[in-house]
């Protein structure tokens, strides 16, 4: 087994010449050079240096292991660039899970917002229900993720980051589309096309029902917003969605949207990440952005308004 202290004295030592030059390399006493290199040509069973006066020259033997050396002594230098970069988040990879509403609607913001602080750490976004995400966490797949809580898990910290309002989605020439509200009970007589289980939406909805005592009538569950859209659209029924998923829609006239008489359903997203865990820099960097935004506002103005109010002030203080 090769002694690295020993080759990098042998390194240093061919690589100036003389010991007195390794010694003042390496901060240690020229008969230290000496005896080091006395036991790694000892052990190695080779002479590795000729002398001429007070120079040193390599001999055949010695010019070979040289070059092997000189590539190793080369990486760790590169080692040492890369874990640098690494703590001053000039490299690195933030892997980060979220919802398929969110992957679409608001992450684009989070992940702008990020890469401006952060240009050079890149970004693996993975997506699914909020459930499929926190357990995505647990496999260690995500490092952090931004989703809605759907169970309680002892193993997970949740950060509130902001609450989003749901909305009723309706055709625009449903008959209840131009009231200045409903009932849960009237909605509980029509077909709807609910999020997946497992979805912060699915839950929120569920509970609105199950607070009246009511059932849902599910036609079809997805967890494809944009196909939840058409389907509403097209008139196959009734949904509830993120004001931010169906804005668009909304202005344009394409979806209808009225308010459920007494209730207001806010979507509670949180920052997500394993307790007791290190996280690493761009985790804690990421996550460290997030709740500093948060901080600034009310939460439940929606994430993509904190967010375009941090960013602006963000540049305007980095320009």
Known sequence: MINLNQLRVFYEAARS????????????????????????????????FKKKGRKLFLTDEGSTLYE???????????????????????RGILRLGTSKAYARYVMPFLISGFREAYPHIKVYLDEGSSLDMARSLLTLKNEVAVIAKVEEDPNLTYLPLSQEELLLILPTHHPLAGRRNVTPEELAGEPLIMKELGSG????????????????????????????????????GLSFLVLDSVAAEIRDKKLATVPVRGERPLLDISIAYLKNQHLSHPAKAFVDLLTKMAARKSRDQGIRKVMGEYLAKWQQNNP
């Open 201 to 236: 939406t699915r839950k929120q909805v569920n509970e609105l029902f199950a607070g009246k005592r009511l059932t849902p009538n599910v036609l079809m569950e997805t967890g494809n917003t944009e196909f939840i859209k058409q389907l509403v659209q097209r008139g196959e």
């Open 17 to 48: 010449g003389s010991y007195t030059g390794a010694a003042k390399s390496l901060f240690i006493t020229q008969p230290a050079v000496t005896a080091q290199m006395k036991t790694f040509e000892d052990q190695c069973r080779l002479k590795l």
């Open 68 to 90: 092997y050396a000189r590539k190793i002594f080369e990486y760790e230098k590169e080692v040492e660039g890369v874990i640098e970069e690494l703590r001053e988040l000039k």
